[in-house]
T-cell receptor, first 114, second 109 residues
Framework: EPEVTQTPSHQVTQMGQEVILRCVPI?????FYWYRQILGQKVEFLVS????????KSEIFDDQFSVERPDGSNFTLKIRSTKLEDSAMYFC????????????FGEGSWLTVV | KNEVEQSPQNLTAQEGEFITINCSYS?????LHWLQQHPGGGIVSLFM???GKKKHGRLIATINIQEKHSSLHITASHPRDSAVYIC???????????FGTGTRLTIIP
């Protein structure tokens, strides 16, 4: 079974530091997503990415966040200056095309901001 | 803004019981996802529905677009089914999903 892999699985960072969360989507997938889940809360959509650009983003995805796919395989989420409220599980997901196929999630990256 | 509500929030059942988890949403959609979140946090997609019913093994998902309601059923439940089940509403080709709070299912041997 193909899978989406995420690194790191857990990261602790000091407030104000930059963090990069990495994802390797399934190789033939074209659509990429980041979601987050604050402990005890619902999963929330952050951003979708297609054809090397952001296709949609939520109000959570402000100027502190950025995404890129620098080398055609890794898909990264950068948080420029972390805040305590950025502590959450961040999920990467990918899908082959827009025809409604299954979306595949990674195992998540726990980010703890102290 | 779409609101997605799930019930029950918690469900404990004996092994072998038939399980039903419900999901209601407030705004018309074209795709409803059922997801399973394991204790470690990882998420697995179970179904994506636009109409009618889908079956995979012991899992069955149904959706009523007019009533804005979907159900996930598990037949012959097993302790390994213990997880959080989440429904998420959106539109085809757009994963800007609105998620429910999840239903924590515990199956006792």
């Amino acid at each position: 079974e193909p899978e989406v892999t995420q690194t790191p699985s857990h990261q602790v960072t000091q407030m104000g530091q930059e963090v990069i969360l990495r994802c390797v989507p399934i190789s033939n997938h074209l659509y990429f997503y980041w979601y987050r889940q604050i402990l005890g809360q619902k999963v929330e959509f952050l951003v979708s990415f297609y054809n090397n650009e952001i296709s949609e983003k939520s109000e959570i995805f402000d100027d502190q966040f950025s995404v890129e796919r620098p080398d055609g395989s890794n898909f990264t989420l950068k948080i420029r200056s972390t805040k305590l409220e950025d502590s959450a599980m961040y999920f990467c997901a990918s899908r082959t095309d827009s025809s409604g196929n299954t979306i595949y999630f990674g195992e998540g990256s726990w980010l703890t901001v102290v | 803004k779409n609101e997605v509500e799930q019930s029950p929030q918690n469900l404990t059942a004996q092994e072998g019981e038939f399980i039903t988890i419900n999901c209601s949403y407030s705004v018309g959609i074209s795709a409803l996802h059922w997801l399973q979140q394991h204790p470690g946090g990882g998420i697995v997609s179970l179904f994506m529905l636009s109409s009618g019913k889908k079956k995979h093994g012991r899992l069955i998902a149904t959706i009523n677009i007019q009533e804005k309601h979907s159900s996930l059923h598990i037949t012959a439940s097993h302790p390994r089914d213990s997880a959080v089940y989440i429904c998420a509403a959106g539109n085809f080709g757009n994963e800007k999903l609105t998620f429910g709070t999840g239903t924590r299912l515990t199956i006792i041997p």
